[in-house]
């Protein structure tokens, strides 16, 4: 809509609309705006009249304005709420309307704008509040609440403002950010923490001061030197801080944070102020929501002392018995401050408080003078200032004294004035602080429901439609209605109640408050909050205290409680068992006085570190009322209070028969490793893949490794190619058959071999499954030997023999032929050949008497000889042999060899035989060199052929009788030289490859 100028207004007409002192505007049928009063003007904001239309938010409500006025000729009822922006800022209004005629306009609207903006936001903020309570009466956790408030305030102020909750921690000097959804992370990190100080910031002030303390510019306030920075960085420029309180006490500050310069205006007090208390709710809802789970895991805290009413016991003459810790708390007093005084006495001793003991005085004696409750609201002073406790008494009959109970209803009064302020905040808050809201008016002798409100209502299948207008009857059971009667003419003659009520299977907390007029009641309000899931919660506490009861009972295994000196305050009936002494004889003693004095250390070292908070398992030794040590396997748990560990959980099962056993076991397997570990036979313990899992001293000493160096190996480490024989274990093994006493060969470390005896047997776990085997091995090298030598020695007693009748058969020839020798020789001129066929038959006559040597021994003369000599004198003898058969002989000496002790023929005949063996095993000719030389006290001389070579398997067996590498050998050349070596002290060692060739070699010691 355009503004049209206003020239067509007459001056008596103008004037008469700028006297008027509303909002107050002018419009043709079309809509133009054809005039502004002063009032308008400002209102709207307007400056250009000619351009400047209704800031409308909502293109819609121009349409509904228009329509509504075209409709309608004339109304004095207030429009639908529109909402407008002038200058950024959001307002809301209504109108009214009225047909008037002005100059040259005959059809003219006067309109009448009613700023309901502060109606608007005060409504706002009830919603906030109303959803607050429901929250808090619904038991959302304190996180959530007041997180859920501060984001509710921030749009309800169009996100102008930050807000924060901060809470102090126990030691009341510094704050913590409790809640703070939209306040930038910088910020919490350089508030949080902070002291509390009437120097520092918005909050410590605030709680130092207990009110409202603002900030309207960080920027000039001293107070926010240290944090300006980093709020105006983040566009923080003013604060205003609000005391949070709890019973009296400041726990901590609510903060909004403006982005302007700014002072808070008086709705915005009260929205802070509000908040602050909403935020008091909460917390004392949590506090009280973790005083009813403390009492779940403790349950030993006494009823007086959990709660924050104050409890008072008082004898039937009046006098103090004792009071609970909240009184004592106001008061400031210790427990037996009060004991055995009567009422003047303790009004003496608290003159401040005389009219409070003068009340409790009055309710006493009315109490026993008529034997029957009294209840009456009194004012006692706490920390300098006044609250408000709803005493009632109770008469306790087993004593004839009286229980007097106060219920602080400081906050309650307050809340209940603030209330009656207006119609829409009592029903809006009421309704949902509490379950259900009804209102009674007495009609008769019995009472009408006048209202009832409430989402307690849904719970017992109630609305408000349905009971509204009803009487007592028409709504309650019939067993319930005396009861519902007699406490409603209770209340109508002024009394307030507070009890609890059962309604459609629903627990409910009800009160009954009578409201005046004239001092008259005039209606009565009952507000009932449904305690169902607290009497579920209380019936599921009493079965949990019933099970553990049970559990303690009939528990087979010692269960007990100790405190943090170590002093046993309950214990179960099977502590009996295990230590003999009665449960009686236990209690309220030290758990030392029963430890065996070798675990006294052991079993203090673990209760300290329960102590420290950690749970903890271990074994330990009792000594019972017998004298007996008991065993005995031991929990221990911590009891926390309040974050500190205020006792010890314990249970303890008998482990002595357990233990004996264990101890049996041991011994047998210490036995058992002991015999194993130093048994002369080599164990072995291997899986069923050859892999090494143990080894005992006598295997170590038999193959040279230790055993970490076979531990994990597999055992072909000494098998090596005899790795077949371990799947002929397995297989034996699984079949069920045992392998006993077999021979076989195994390999040394150093690489010889070794002749074995073996037993292989199976190790079975409980199942009776094969999981490993062991072997026992034992050493039967030596025993080879002996055998070897007994047979050896069997075959040279029958070589002797034989060699004995050969030699004799072949001596008296040769005795012949060299007489027949000699005469030739003296007969014929050329004589060569003749000495030649002499020293042959001589030769002949040497092998002769050594074969008779075989038979009949003899002494050896040993002389120091040339070795190189004696080589050299082979050599031409056996290049005869050799030329026939195409073989070279090379030989190649050392200088200056030393001499050695030895029978030169002896030698010269092992030389010959390893020459000869040479020449014959190279049937196509070939070579063979002889060298010599001095190594380590030793003269090695080397007969290398290049002939067939031997195999590897009979290398070992040469030196045998009878056993020759020859087709038509005899084995007796090479026993003779081995024999004539050994009787030198010397060595005959072979070396061979098959198709490649031999090598001899011979040591013989130098002389020393």
């Known amino acids: 809509m355009r503004m049209r100028s206003i020239n067509i207004i007459d001056e008596m007409d103008l004037l008469l609309l700028e006297h008027i002192p509303a909002v107050t505007a002018a419009i043709n049928e079309i809509g133009e705006i054809i005039y502004l009063n002063k009032k308008a003007i400002d209102f709207f904001a307007i400056k250009n009249m000619d351009d400047q239309g209704f800031p409308f938010v909502n293109e819609a409500d121009e349409e509904y304005l228009l329509t509504t006025i075209r409709n309608e000729k004339e109304t004095e009822k207030n429009s639908k709420e529109i909402q407008i922006n002038i200058n950024g800022e959001m307002?809301?209004?209504?109108?009214?309307?009225?047909?008037?005629?002005?100059?040259?306009?005959?059809?003219?609207?006067?309109?009448?704008?009613?700023?309901?903006?502060?109606?608007?936001?005060?409504?706002?903020?009830?919603?906030?509040?109303?959803?607050?309570?429901?929250?808090?009466?619904k038991g959302a956790s304190l996180p959530y609440v007041l997180n859920k408030l501060s984001i509710f305030v921030e749009e309800l102020l169009h996100k102008e403002f930050h807000t924060g909750v901060l809470f102090l921690d126990k030691s009341k000097e510094h704050l913590h950010v409790a809640a703070s959804p939209t306040l930038p992370q910088a910020f919490i990190n350089r508030i949080n923490g902070i002291k509390v100080s009437p120097t520092l910031g918005s909050c410590g002030?605030?709680?130092?001061?207990?009110?409202?303390?603002?900030?309207?510019?960080?920027?000039?306030?001293?107070?926010?030197?240290?944090?300006?920075?980093?709020?105006?960085?983040?566009?923080?420029?003013?604060?205003?801080?609000?005391?949070?309180?709890?019973?009296?006490?400041?726990?901590?500050?609510?903060?909004?944070?403006?982005?302007?310069?700014?002072?808070?205006?008086?709705?915005?007090?009260?929205v802070l102020e509000m908040c602050s208390y909403l935020i008091g709710l909460a917390a004392e809802r949590d506090k009280g929501r973790k005083a009813v789970e403390s009492y779940a895991e403790q349950s030993l805290l006494t009823l007086a002392n959990s709660i924050q009413d104050i409890v008072i016991f008082k004898d039937r003459k009046g006098n103090w018995i004792e009071t609970n810790d909240s009184l004592k708390e106001i008061l400031k007093v210790d427990k037996n401050c009060h004991a055995g005084k009567n009422d003047e006495e303790i009004m003496d001793v608290f003159p401040e408080n005389e009219s409070f003991f003068h009340e409790i005085k009055t309710l006493t004696d009315n109490t026993l003078e008529h034997n029957q409750p009294c209840q009456k609201e009194v004012t006692i002073a706490d920390q300098g200032s006044k609250r408000i406790y709803d005493i009632k008494t109770a008469i306790l009959q087993d004593t004839k004294?009286?229980?007097?109970?106060?219920?602080?209803?400081?906050?309650?009064?307050?809340i209940n004035d603030e209330l009656v302020i207006t119609k829409m905040e009592l029903e809006n808050t009421l309704k949902l602080q509490k379950a259900i809201i009804c209102k009674f008016v007495k009609s008769g002798n019995t009472f009408k429901i006048t209202m009832a409100k409430g989402d307690g209502l849904r719970n017992i299948d109630l609305n408000e439609n349905k009971i509204l207008g009803r009487t007592l009857e028409e709504v309650y059971p019939p067993d319930q209605l005396t009861q519902k009667l007699e406490y409603l003419e209770r209340a109508w003659s002024g009394e307030e109640l507070l009890y609890e009520d059962q309604l459609f299977g629903n627990y409910f907390l009800s009160s009954l408050k009578p409201i005046y007029k004239n001092k008259k009641t005039k209606e009565i309000i009952m507000t009932a909050m449904d305690i169902t899931g607290f009497k579920t919660m209380e019936q599921k506490l009493k079965e949990s205290e019933r099970r553990y009861h049970s559990l303690l009972k009939n528990s087979?295994?010692?269960?007990?409680?100790?405190?943090?000196?170590?002093?046993?305050?309950?214990?179960?009936?099977?502590?009996e068992k295990i230590t003999g002494y009665k449960v009686k004889e236990i209690l309220n003693r030290p758990y030392q006085d029963f430890i065996d004095a070798d675990y006294y250390d052991h079993s203090t070292f673990y209760f300290r570190q329960v102590l420290d908070g950690v749970p903890q398992r271990y074994e330990s030794a009792l000594i019972t009322k017998s004298g007996e040590k008991s065993y005995v396997s031991v929990t221990s748990i911590p009891v926390f209070e309040n974050k500190n560990v205020v006792g010890v959980f314990g249970m303890a099962k008998d482990i002595t028969h357990e233990k004996k056993i264990v101890e049996k076991l041991r011994n047998t397997k210490e036995q058992l490793e002991s015999f194993i570990e130093n048994t002369s036979d080599s164990i072995i313990i291997m899986d069923l893949n050859g892999t090494i899992l143990s080894v005992n001293k006598a295997f170590e000493k038999m193959f040279g490794w230790s055993k970490s160096e076979v531990k994990g190996k597999d055992i072909e480490i000494i098998q090596r190619d005899r790795k077949h024989e371990f799947n002929k274990y397995i297989q034996t093994i699984t079949q069920g058959l045992s392998l006993s006493d077999w021979e076989t060969i195994r390999y040394h470390k150093l690489g010889h071999a070794l002749d074995i005896s073996l037993s292989v047997g199976p190790i079975r776990d409980k199942q009776g499954n094969i999981i490993a085997l062991s072997s026992i091995i034992r050493d039967i090298t030596d025993r080879k030997k002996t055998e070897d030598l007994l047979r050896t020695a069997e075959q040279l007693a029958v070589i002797g023999q034989l060699a004995a009748g050969v030699a004799h058969e072949?001596?008296?020839?040769?005795?012949?032929?060299?007489?027949?020798?000699?005469?030739?020789?003296?007969?014929?001129?050329?004589?060569?050949?003749?000495?030649?066929?002499?020293?042959e038959l001589k030769r002949i006559e040497f092998i002769t008497s050594e074969f008779l040597s075989?038979?009949?021994?003899?002494?050896?003369?040993?002389?120091?000889?040339?070795?190189?000599?004696?080589?050299?004198?082979?050599?031409k003898i056996a290049e005869i042999q050799g030329v026939l058969k195409n073989v070279v002989i090379y030989a190649e000496l050392e200088a200056n060899l030393p001499l050695i002790e030895c029978d030169e023929n002896q030698l010269k005949q092992v030389f010959l035989n390893i020459l000869k063996n040479a020449i014959e095993s190279m049937e196509d000719g070939g070579e063979i060199s002889i060298t010599a030389r001095q190594i380590n006290g030793f003269v090695h001389i080397d007969f290398t052929d290049n002939g067939c070579g031997i195999p590897k398997e009979r290398i070992k067996r040469i030196g045998e009788p009878f056993y020759s590498t020859k087709e038509k050998g005899t084995g007796l050349g090479m026993m003779i030289s081995k024999k004539i070596i050994n009787e030198h002290k010397g060595q005959l060692l072979i070396d061979s490859r098959e198709g490649i060739g031999t090598t001899i070699s011979i040591l013989l010691p130098i002389i020393s």
Not at 856 to 873: A, L, M, N, T, Y
């Open 556 to 575: 087979p295994d010692a269960i007990y409680y100790e405190n943090t000196d170590g002093v046993v305050i309950e214990a179960n009936k099977a502590v």
């Open 854 to 875: 075989l038979a009949k021994p003899h002494v050896k003369v040993f002389q120091k000889k040339d070795i190189s000599q004696i080589v050299d004198g082979v050599v």
């Open 205 to 270: 002030p605030a709680i130092i001061k207990k009110k409202m303390v603002v900030c309207s510019d960080v920027t000039t306030d001293p107070n926010w030197e240290e944090f300006k920075d980093v709020a105006l960085e983040i566009g923080i420029r003013s604060s205003w801080s609000f005391p949070i309180i709890l019973d009296n006490v400041v726990i901590g500050a609510f903060t909004m944070y403006h982005s302007k310069s700014y002072s808070p205006t008086e709705f915005e007090e009260k």
């Open 401 to 414: 004294g009286v229980l007097l109970i106060g219920r602080d209803v400081t906050e309650k009064t307050r």
């Open 91 to 137: 307002k809301w209004v209504t109108f009214q309307h009225s047909v008037i005629k002005l100059k040259q306009h005959d059809n003219c609207y006067l309109l009448t704008f009613f700023d309901i903006t502060a109606y608007k936001k005060t409504d706002s903020f009830l919603n906030i509040k109303k959803k607050i309570t429901r929250m808090i009466v």
């Open 810 to 839: 072949i001596r008296n020839p040769l005795t012949s032929l060299n007489g027949f020798l000699q005469l030739i020789n003296e007969m014929i001129d050329k004589k060569e050949y003749i000495h030649v066929m002499r020293d």
